[in-house]
């Protein structure tokens, strides 16, 4: 036994550095899929407007009735909470298990925008830093069968005017003397991250400037989101934290606000994201597992996520893994998505950093196209925020990674790596039958690969018409 654990040792290297297998990973991410537990509700039916939630009464916001049919909702055995058509405002709502909150067409939610109205403060995560933070403005914690469906609308009301300005930049409407994330919540919170404090001591208010996301589910399962329009959220607009068995379906995110983030699931297991729009302010979708000490404490990585048939318009990535990844993550698979937007920097992008560590493996895409992006098709990058005041002793892991039949019609780049000095730490990168056309720079320069990096493919990429030569050996 001991000869044959010391031959398997030996071996793993090599194999991590084999070609990969297109037709293999697609098994495996069939057996993802057919593990994934679906929700299920009873057809009982309460109408939010039973409970005295009235429509167009922004001066007497409707989330205590809100609330209340979802609790009776609950203690009945579950069913459909129900939005009908028509513009209720709302302050923060919290979803219970067997409820299927489900906002009818026609059907606006919108949300009161003054922070205090969302306190006292719920156990959630911050850019991967774990606190008490202001209530999200739709949150759950510790359900299980739970939705939120519909043709309707839910809108966070983010605006320069309202959340926004609360980042701290100019350009979103923040002015001298106004509360912001950068007048110390943001850094306390980082710092405590670092240290090691307490969680139950780590609360911030209103006056931390620190804005909630428009929907956080946390350590959910067996969890729908299908049909709804997100918009306008103060932060990131569908953040499930701990979630397993997930699925995001047709949903349409706008949210042209700062950290807009679309989807971010984070250390979460079996997910998947379909039929989606996104044209948001950052990332369109960011898969992440915690940051710097916190994400290793908890060691929970995301894993088992597939995303396909989405269309990208804004936003900084694509499809994201980072830069809050120090949980670790392994087994993307995307396909057949749609991307176009010159306000769309890259199309894959993995971003982390010797702050975070972790191992980020098995990435595998296939048949996308781009019309433009700003930047790069691929980028990996692990030297991203190299300012940020941390422990630097974490080199992170890229590895596994297939992207094959991608087309794009405009970049910068073609692909872009950068990895850590003196390590090979990204290896075994594959890029298969891929074409991308109109590179502001010719073949040669439709690269840039500086750093650590080993065991790069290409099988027959071209760059503006020419096939281009596997760069590192």
């Known amino acids: 036994m001991r000869k044959i654990l010391l031959l398997c040792a030996l071996l793993a290297p090599a194999l991590l550095s084999a070609q990969i297998s297109s037709k293999e ?29 009235k429509p167009d009464t922004p001066e007497a916001p409707c989330h205590d009735a809100i609330n209340l049919a979802i609790v009776t909702c609950n203690q009945a055995g579950g069913g459909m909470v129900i939005v009908p058509k028509g513009t209720f405002y709302t302050g923060p709502i919290t979803l219970k298990s067997n409820v299927n909150f489900h906002l009818e067409e026609g059907a606006v939610l919108k949300f009161d925008t003054n922070p205090k109205l969302y306190e006292p403060a719920v156990l959630t995560r911050w850019e991967g830093l774990d606190c008490y933070n202001l209530h999200p403005l739709i949150y759950a914690f510790g359900e299980t069968n739970i939705a939120i469906t519909g043709k309707g ?46 969680i139950y001591k780590r609360v911030l208010t209103a006056e931390d400037g620190m804005r909630p996301q428009l929907v956080n589910l946390y350590r959910c399962d067996r969890v729908l989101v299908e049909g709804v329009t997100m918009q306008n959220s103060p932060f990131w607009t569908l953040h499930p934290l701990f979630c397993n068995n997930l699925i995001v379906r047709g949903v349409h995110f706008v949210n042209q606000g ?34 710097n000490r916190d994400g290793r404490t908890w060691n929970v990585p995301s894993q088992n996520i597939i995303v396909r048939n989405c269309k990208m318009y804004d936003g900084h990535g694509g499809v994201v893994v980072g830069s809050e990844i120090s949980g670790g993550y392994k087994n993307l698979f995307v396909e057949n998505c749609e991307m176009d ?37 691929l980028r990996i990058n692990l030297q991203y925020e190299n300012k940020e005041i941390c422990d630097r002793s974490f080199p992170p892991t890229v590895r596994n990674v297939l992207c094959e039949n991608i087309t794009c019609n405009g970049s910068k780049l073609g692909v872009y790596f950068v990895g850590l000095e003196g390590s090979d730490n990204i290896y075994n990168i594959q890029v298969d039958n891929c074409e991308f056309n109109n590179v502001q720079k010719g073949p040669k320069d439709g690269l840039h690969i500086k750093g650590g990096i080993k065991d790069v493919r290409f099988n027959n990429l071209k760059i503006n018409g020419e096939t281009v030569a596997s760069p590192v050996k």
């Open 258 to 291: 700062p950290n807009g983030d679309g989807c971010d699931p984070e250390s979460c297991d079996g997910v998947i994201i379909e039929d989606c729009i996104f044209d948001t302010g950052d990332d369109c979708i960011a898969i992440k597992s915690g940051r």
């Open 25 to 53: 990973a697609w098994k495996q991410a069939a057996k993802v899929e057919k593990n994934i537990k679906k929700t299920s509700f009873p057809k009982a039916k309460f109408y939010i407007t039973d409970f005295g939630a």
């Open 153 to 198: 609308v839910i809108d966070g009301q983010g605006s320069n005017d309202t959340w926004w300005s609360m980042c701290g930049a100019p350009r979103y409407g923040w002015k001298e003397g106004m509360v912001s994330q950068r007048n110390g919540g943001r850094a306390r919170l980082l710092a405590w991250g670092e240290s090691g404090e307490p």
């Open 341 to 377: 937007s010159p306000n769309l920097d890259r199309v894959i992008r993995i971003k982390t950093s010797n702050c975070r560590g972790g191992i980020v493996e098995n990435i595998f895409v296939r048949n996308v196209k781009v019309g433009v992006c700003r930047e790069a098709v």
